[in-house]
T-cell receptor, first 118, second 113 residues
Framework: GAVVSQHPSRVICKSGTSVKIECRSLDFQATTMFWYRQFPKQSLMLMATSNEGSKATYEQGVEKDKFLINHASLTLSTLTVTSAHPEDSSFYIC??????????????FGPGTRLTVL | GQNIDQPTEMTATEGAIVQINCTYQTSGFNGLFWYQQHAGEAPTFLSYNVLDGLEEKGRFSSFLSRSKGYSYLLLKELQMKDSASYLCAVINREADSWGKLQFGAGTQVVVTP
């Protein structure tokens, strides 16, 4: 149980294009989802917190106009990287919190999306 | 803010025991998580401690001392597949009601034959 999927798993795009990444909770409802970015050999850095039906809360230094987050349902959140540049190349990981399972704070992670911007 | 410190890398042989320490400084504390992450993959949940003491789950155990701001993850009977990065993460509900996790940099465990 508590499975989170992400799509696509890997994407290569040209500089200046936009890329959408989907995060789905498959067997539970996730009122809150989190988006992280991870550069090689570094830890996860939280980008934003996404709550169903409301605007996302972004961490300091993360541009909300560049990283658009939509959490339209209890099982789906999307992250759109707009006008991507090579420095946006990274591993993007989402997580979801299932308030009905065990600790209310346990986050379950998706498999991640490897973005490469040429 | 929160400071979370853990060693960068540890090496141990197959069948041995390894203990990964994590120290944290935070203005508020509501729990500590350990996650395992293999290269190129997302983290997987290992354990959650909110009260002092030892939580045992198979070959993995996690300990917490809130007064000392200290936790450790104990990996017993090491297997080659345990080679991975182990992330310590703290949750602080005083600073944030959403329950955001603050991650340490991770400890790379290398298991040798």
């Amino acid at each position: 149980g508590a499975v989170v999927s992400q799509h696509p798993s890997r994407v290569i795009c040209k500089s200046g294009t936009s890329v959408k990444i989907e995060c789905r909770s498959l067997d539970f409802q996730a009122t809150t989802m989190f988006w992280y970015r991870q550069f090689p050999k570094q830890s996860l850095m939280l980008m934003a917190t996404s709550n169903e039906g409301s605007k996302a809360t972004y961490e300091q230094g993360v541009e909300k106009d560049k990283f658009l987050i939509n959490h339209a349902s209890l099982t789906l959140s999307t992250l759109t990287v707009t006008s991507a540049h090579p420095e946006d190349s990274s591993f993007y990981i989402c997580s979801a919190r299932d308030r009905l399972r065990g600790s209310t704070d346990t986050q379950y992670f998706g498999p991640g999306t490897r973005l490469t911007v040429l | 803010g929160q400071n979370i410190d853990q060693p960068t890398e540890m090496t141990a042989t197959e069948g041995a025991i390894v203990q990964i320490n994590c120290t944290y400084q935070t203005s508020g504390f509501n729990g500590l998580f350990w996650y395992q992450q293999h290269a190129g993959e997302a983290p997987t949940f290992l354990s959650y401690n909110v009260l002092d003491g030892l939580e045992e789950k198979g070959r993995f155990s996690s300990f917490l001392s809130r007064s000392k701001g200290y936790s450790y993850l104990l990996l017993k009977e090491l297997q080659m597949k345990d080679s991975a990065s182990y992330l310590c993460a703290v949750i602080n509900r005083e600073a944030d009601s959403w329950g955001k996790l603050q991650f340490g940099a991770g400890t790379q465990v290398v298991v040798t034959p």
